[in-house]
């Protein structure tokens, strides 16, 4: 079964505050991916990852930055937070290829107060 | 408008009852997928389909791609049911990333 993990279920920490949300998967996938998701909204793609030190900004990138030093874990950073990125955020994970399922995390509610 | 559209938002059914959730795209896609959360849960996934239609327990999904429309429906429906119904369409031609694009999801209420 493939697992991808993230840190916390519940986060709450104050403006201005760094923010490190970390994901890790079990099945060596290549590709990694964080989302916020907000009500009417659905899901909106951060950033994701195709390889180790790579990254792509999704669609909105703003006010978050992601690491990836190793193929199982991704983080998610907001090196300054902010009341609008009081969010659920979710990880997921995929193989590289046409049409391969992607894997998700169970989410972390963050609210910034 | 948004390129995946889903219908309906929100759905209330009676314990029994037949479910649809409907789900409409305006791009070329190599995959459709359905995903269902529960509320404070992950996503798993449901379907993935490019082509007719499958089918797994009470559960059967089904996409047109000439129509660009998929449904999804659910047979006897059960309280358990309840949660959030995602469609989410990769992107023709998308590249290896897998990037998805998704639906703002149909919040079903299944009442005993």
């Known amino acids: 079964d493939v697992k991808v993990t993230q840190s916390s279920r519940y986060l709450v920490k104050r403006t201005g505050e760094k923010v490190f949300l970390e994901c890790v998967q079990d099945?060596?996938?290549?590709?990694m991916f964080w989302y916020r998701q907000d009500p009417g909204l659905g899901l909106r793609l951060i950033y994701f990852?195709?390889?180790?030190?790579?990254?792509e900004k999704g669609d909105i990138p703003e006010g978050y930055s992601v690491s990836r030093e190793k193929k199982e874990r991704f983080s998610l950073i907001l090196e300054s937070a902010s009341t609008n990125q009081t969010s659920m955020y979710l990880c997921?994970?995929?193989?590289?290829?046409?049409?391969?399922?992607?894997?998700f995390g169970p989410g972390t509610r963050l609210t910034v107060t | 408008k948004n390129e995946v559209e889903q219908s309906p938002q929100n759905l209330t059914a009676q314990e029994g009852e037949f479910i649809t959730i409907n789900c409409s795209y305006s791009?070329?896609?190599?995959?459709l997928h359905w995903l269902q959360q529960h509320p404070g849960g992950g996503i798993v996934s449901l379907f993935m389909?490019?082509?007719g239609k499958k089918k797994h327990g009470r559960l059967i999904a089904t996409i047109n791609i000439q129509e660009k429309h998929s449904s999804l429906h659910i047979t006897a429906s059960h309280p358990r049911d309840s949660a959030v119904y995602i469609c989410?369409?990769?992107?023709?031609?998308?590249?290896?990333?897998?990037?998805?694009?998704f639906g703002t999801g149909t919040l079903l209420a299944v009442q005993p």
């Open positions: 791009v070329g896609i190599s995959a």
């Open positions: 389909l490019s082509s």
């Open positions: 989410a369409v990769r992107s023709y031609p998308g590249g290896a990333t897998n990037k998805l694009i």
């Open positions: 997921a994970s995929s193989l590289t290829g046409s049409a391969k399922e992607q894997y």
């Open positions: 099945m060596d996938h290549e590709n």
């Open positions: 990852s195709y390889d180790v030190k790579m990254k």
